[in-house]
């Protein structure tokens, strides 16, 4: 267990922070980058969640990508494979969280109204939330991405959790739309007065 006595330590005072191993780096280097917008993601998905409150079934799923994305960021903190005589594993996110995002996007999308055109963020509040969790898990993916490229040994099942968990939750938004319905959909070239969903 995690066992948290102080708040500040004074040792990132320099601009530096540390990882799970390895040299501590300065707070502007891609990794931490990509973990801290994995933080960001899921405090956007928290916001989200103030809002299911007819949608139960929701806030459960929403609470457990939550805690995968914990494991995300402690993946995502750890550069390099562990040591063959390693007593104690990394945490790495694994094949079977992704997969059970792909199994709620099959789900949640067979009752979906089908799509007639792009969907402008909004209609509900769980919507909008939900909308902005999803574009802040794609600058994630993005960072992630980046890191990947400059780091060969960045862990790839953690780049798919981030890009299925934008798809889902997109879906999620129109599920908040009462099943895509409430959609606020982008009209090409009008410049006129858009439908305020939900």
Known sequence: MIKLNRIYTRTGDDGTTGLVRGPRRPKYDPRIDAYGTVEEANATIGMARLHTN???RID???GRIQNDLFDVGSDLATPG???ADAEYPSLRIRPVQTEFLEKQI???NAELEPLRSFILPGGSPLAACLHVARTVTRRAERI???LAAAEPDTS???LRYLNRLSDLLFVLSRVANANGVKD???VPGNHGDIKKGG
């Open 60 to 62: 459960m799923l929403l």
């Open 144 to 146: 992630t991405v980046e």
């Open 106 to 108: 099959d789900h949640y």
């Open 156 to 158: 790839p099942e953690a």
């Open 54 to 56: 007819s949608m139960p």
């Open 81 to 83: 494979a562990d040591a």
């Open 184 to 186: 606020v959909l982008w």
